[in-house]
T-cell receptor
Framework: KAGVTQTPRYLIKTRGQQVTLSCSPISGHRSVSWYQQTPGQGLQFLFEYFSETQRNKGNFPGRFSGRQFSNSRSEMNVSTLELGDSALYLC??????????FGEGSRLTVL | DQQVKQNSPSLSVQEGRISILNCDYTNSMFDYFLWYKKYPAEGPTFLISISSIKDKNEDGRFTVFLNKSAKHLSLHIVPSQPGDSAVYFCAASGVLYNFNKFYFGSGTKLNVKP
């Protein structure tokens, strides 16, 4: 069974730009969650989508948004990038309730 | 609000001995707990889980213990191997009402010395 695939793996942006990250979940998984990991911090929950609906949302500003498509693939977007947005963004897929299976992440650097 | 805490940033253990990683939580509504291992430049890998109806779950060298009254869980690795050297995260959720919204600790870096 193929794992969770995230693209791109690495990207560099400048302040004020926007970025879109993509996630393809494990086949059959309809729940996709996004997490942000910064140095010294644990994983911070961004949002979760299930069957194209946002089911949960973390405490991030509105610049962070996401969506899920009918094939369960998900994208997250960050607009008006700030230096503090530099982080590893992790996508995880799971059954409706259960363990999270993570991708390798997208490493975003904001200059 | 940090609802899940791992108070030890690092732990060093000799190969063959037991590694004990600890995790505390504050929300009594949490009913499902996970442990993950993470190597640099990779995503976290699921290790073991436990639900609040149990106080122990075992999978090979890994055992997780849950003390609900103390809001504490621990991961035991026996025997520890050099390949276990990684950052370990615990995570918690109230799945009945929050589904897959998990709160993660800040991680403990385990170093297993040969």
């Amino acid at each position: 069974k193929a794992g969770v695939t995230q693209t791109p793996r690495y990207l560099i942006k400048t302040r004020g730009q926007q970025v879109t990250l993509s996630c393809s979940p494990i086949s059959g998984h309809r729940s996709v969650s996004w997490y942000q990991q910064t140095p010294g911090q644990g994983l911070q929950f961004l949002f979760e989508y299930f069957s194209e609906t946002q089911r949960n949302k973390g405490n991030f500003p509105g610049r962070f948004s996401g969506r899920q498509f009918s094939n369960s693939r998900s994208e997250m977007n960050v607009s008006t990038l700030e230096l503090g947005d530099s982080a590893l963004y992790l996508c995880a897929s799971s059954p409706p309730v259960g363990e999270l299976f993570f991708g390798e992440g997208s490493r975003l650097t904001v200059l | 609000d940090q609802q899940v805490k791992q108070n030890s940033p690092s732990l060093s253990v000799q190969e063959g001995r037991i590694s004990i990683l600890n995790c505390d939580y504050t929300n009594s509504m949490f009913d499902y707990f996970l442990w993950y291992k993470k190597y640099p430049a990779e995503g976290p890998t699921f290790l073991i889980s436990i639900s609040s109806i149990k106080d122990k779950n075992e999978d090979g060298r890994f055992t997780v213990f849950l003390n609900k009254s103390a809001k504490h869980l621990s991961l035991h690795i026996v025997p520890s191997q050099p390949g276990d050297s990684a950052v370990y995260f615990c995570a918690a959720s109230g799945v009945l009402y929050n589904f897959n919204k998990f709160y993660f600790g800040s991680g403990t870096k385990l170093n297993v010395k040969p």
